[in-house]
Each structure stands twice: as C-alpha cells, then as structure tokens.
C-alpha cells in the first residue's frame, strides 16, 4: 500500500501538468498508476443540480480504491452529499500538493475512510452565499446558522474535530486557510501518521468477549487504586452551573436552606460525599452540593467550560463499548460517578455549538430525542474508545 500510494502521488502531481483548463461543473476521470492502483479524479467545482450518480457509476465499473480532487470548491451541500458517497463505498482520499482542493472541495475529501494529504494542499474558509436572488438580513441568519450546523454534524459523522469549523470561519470567502501538517493531524482532517509514508491504520480490535464486571454492583473497594474504573477520592473543586452559581445548601437537600450562593468557578473544599451531596467548605461556610455542580479537580470530565452531548448511558461497560463502537458517528464512553457509563458525543463543544448540534442532530435522527447538554460534572474519566 505504501509503495502505491506514493506511486499515486506521483501519477496526481504528473497528471496537473497535462490537465486541461478547469471543469464548469464536476466530472470524474478514472485513472491507474504504473503498477497498478486504480483510483478517481474528482474534477470542476461543486454546483447543486451535479448528479453523483455519474461517480457512483464509475467507482462500480471502475473500481478505485482512492479518489483525489483538482477543485476550487463550490456548493457546500452537494460537497457533503459526495463526501458521504465516498464513504458509503468505503474508498480512500489522497491530496497532494498541485492539484487544487479548497472551499468546500475540503469537506468531500473529509469523506475518505483512510485520508491522506500533504502539507497546504487542503484550503478552508468561511462559506458565503451566491445567487441573484436578494434575502432579508433574518432569513441570512437563520440559513446561516443552519448550514452552520450541517457541517458540523457533517464533520462528526466523519469523525473529524468540527472545532475544524471554528478555524474556517475566521477567513472570510475571498481569502483561503491551507492546512499545516500539524494542523490536519489536530483537526484529524488526515489520519495517517506519517505524511511521507501513507499506511493503512490496523483494524480495532473487537470487544473482549469476556464478561467484564457490573461496576454498579460492586463496592468501590474491590477495583484496585489506578484502574480505569476505579474512582478517586473528591477533594477539592469548582463550581460549574448551567445557571452560572450554585447554593450551598444547610442540609443534604435541594428544599434545605441556602448557606451561601457561589458563582462559577468559586473554588471549594470537599469534605465528605454521601449520596450524591458533596459536603463543602468555601472560605469558612460550610454545607451541602449536589455532585452535579461541581467541577472535581480529580476527576478528568474534560475542559471546564465546555459542554458534553449525552445520548445514552449503560450500567456495564461491555454494553457501553459496543454501543460506543457500533455506532455511525463518533462516540465516548464515561465512567460516572454512579458506576454508570455515559454515552456521549466524542467532542466537547462550547454552549452555543452545543445546543445547535443537540438540536440538528436529533431533527435529523442521528442522536435520540432524549440526549441532552451537559458539563458532565459527574464523569470520572473517558474509558472508551478512541
């Protein structure tokens, strides 16, 4: 696979040579290096009305194992509909530096199983919209603000960091982003290791098949200090509230009286635990929180301002990795601090992303009705899978 792959590169950097001036719309040229490795070239910018049915019909009479791209872009939406296409037929992307591959040309590549691309080969920018047709400034927004969430349920499914967005938008659509080495790698717009040498990534092992303990059902002294599933002691915190403060309660209790109100962020003492109250210090008050309001400085629930999509939740952990690792999108199993394993989206997001993905991922019946935002104040540590 090495050797081929770099003769590919070779047969991609030669082909730009002889190419002919850019494609109107797009087309598809099927090609094989010297030795053999067939693969498809992905030609013209992207448009609404192109018919991905003509690369669904050379990949079945063709059938390539990678496809490159000589692109500038163009529809978002119709990039992402060949992006899924690549994938569904489980091919590969390879993106050398000469041929063109930017805009939303970007997002197709994304689709590749295994992707592969050499340093600013690969441009990125802020989506813009085009058309005669004039729109009031809300239905902009509101169309805005929608594509904003395609693409970054888009990019989940393709198990890439949709943090990738974020960057996008900060170069407006005159302007292009090409990638760094270290910057793919980071987004996980590529994943292979070595840029020089392109591999294929070993299979994931499958879930033992032993039974593995229900760590609801035993007590906290029989899992070894150090175990991914052992819970360290609470001892000290910070608030963390969907509301922005939290009470300090007089007894274990959420009717009991408030001791104290202490915004975000307020560091605390944790004393003892029992039941799901934390019994705090904070300067010299001295009372009752619930386990879901504070930030444990010994627990890794992921960074502090930052928000977890749960979606399900197990009480064994064979269960919950093969929930994990059965599922189309990109998942991660919690260790709680019930016992329980909490499902959620592999990435955490900040509130306004959050809450736009929660909403977009359930209308388009990717995540259940029932998955929500949260901190996730209670998860110990990640314990499944990547």
């Keep these: 696979m090495v050797r081929q792959s770099l003769a590919l590169l070779v047969a991609l950097a030669a082909w730009i040579v002889v190419t002919a001036t850019a494609h109107a719309g797009l087309s598809y040229q099927p090609e094989q290096t010297p ?65 063109n591959c930017a805009s939303a040309c970007a997002l197709a590549f994304l689709g590749g199983v295994i992707r592969w691309s050499e340093p600013g080969a690969i441009g990125v ?52 982003r090409y990638l760094s080495n270290s910057e793919m790698k980071q987004y996980r717009v590529t994943n292979q290791v070595d840029v020089g040498q392109p591999q294929v990534p070993l299979p994931t092992p499958a879930p033992s098949a032993t039974p593995q303990p229900n760590i609801a059902a035993l007590p906290s002294p029989s899992i070894q200090s150090g175990s991914p599933l052992s819970i360290p002691e609470a001892r000290s915190g910070r608030i963390r509230h969907p509301k922005g403060a939290a009470p300090v309660k007089a007894l274990p209790d959420g009717k009991a009286a408030n001791v104290v109100n202490l915004r975000n962020g307020s560091p605390v003492a944790i004393l003892d ?65 019930n016992g329980w394993f909490a499902i959620t989206l592999e990435d955490t997001f900040n509130e306004d992303v959050a809450a736009n993905l929660v909403k977009t991922l359930k209308e388009k019946g990717s995540i259940p009705d029932d998955a929500f935002m949260t901190y996730g104040n209670t998860y110990v540590r990640k314990v499944c899978c990547r």
């Design 35 to 99: 030795d053999g490795l067939r693969y498809v070239m992905v030609l013209g910018e992207f448009s609404y009305d192109d018919n991905l049915d003509e690369f669904a019909s050379v990949v079945r009479s063709h059938n390539p194992s990678v496809v490159g791209f000589n692109s500038p872009g163009g529809n978002v939406m119709k990039a992402m509909e060949l992006g899924r296409l690549i994938r569904s037929y489980r091919l590969n992307t390879l993106q050398p530096k000469g041929p």
């Design 125 to 176: 920018h802020k989506s813009s919209f085009s058309g005669s047709h004039a729109i009031d400034t809300q239905t902009a927004v509101s169309a805005v603000q929608q594509l904003t969430a395609d693409v970054m349920t888009y990019m989940i499914e393709m198990g890439v960091d949709p943090a990738l967005l974020q960057l996008s938008l900060q170069y407006d659509s005159d302007d292009m």
């Design 273 to 337: 635990s029992a039941d799901r109250w934390y019994r705090v210090r904070s300067s010299d008050q001295i009372g009752y929180m619930h386990h879901t309001w504070v930030f444990v400085d010994q627990y890794d629930s992921g960074p502090f301002g930052q928000r977890h999509i749960q979606i399900k939740s197990f009480d064994n952990l064979p269960e919950a990795e093969s929930y994990v690792r059965s599922a189309p999108i990109p998942l991660a199993a919690h260790l709680a601090t």
